[in-house]
Nanobody, 119 residues
Framework: QVQLVESGGGLVQAGGSLRLSCAASGSGVRLDYMGWYRRAPGKQRELVATIISSGRTNYANSVKGRFTISRDNAKNTMYVQMNSLKPEDTGVYYC?????????????WGQGTQVTVSS
């Protein structure tokens, strides 16, 4: 069974940087659309950035110019480099992917990784 596993979260001071990774376990699958989402305390989950298999990206206005999403298709892994972090970037970050497999296509979410930015 394919799983998405996030890593790289942690505690950082405002202005600092973190790099999150999202790796898909299992073989025989391809990941099409991939995205990062986050849920801040007391708020709804929101989109952070997306990237499709061609490499085309999309960002939330709140992270444009500070975050960079990327992917390694050969490794079925996605990354987000987060620079100039702000306290409002605090939240649980989730990766999401559309999995393409011989058994069918389906939407998959990771378990989330906590990012905390202190002021």
């Amino acid at each position: 069974q394919v799983q998405l596993v996030e890593s790289g979260g942690g505690l950082v001071q405002a202005g600092g940087s973190l790099r999150l990774s999202c790796a898909a376990s299992g073989s025989g699958v391809r990941l099409d659309y991939m995205g990062w989402y986050r849920r801040a305390p007391g708020k709804q989950r929101e989109l952070v950035a997306t990237i499709i298999s061609s490499g085309r990206t999309n960002y939330a206005n709140s992270v444009k110019g500070r975050f960079t999403i990327s992917r390694d298709n050969a490794k079925n892994t996605m990354y987000v480099q987060m620079n100039s972090l702000k306290p409002e970037d605090t939240g649980v970050y989730y990766c999401n992917a559309l999995v393409i497999s011989v058994h069918g296509n389906y939407d998959l979410w990771g378990q989330g990784t906590q990012v905390t930015v202190s002021s």
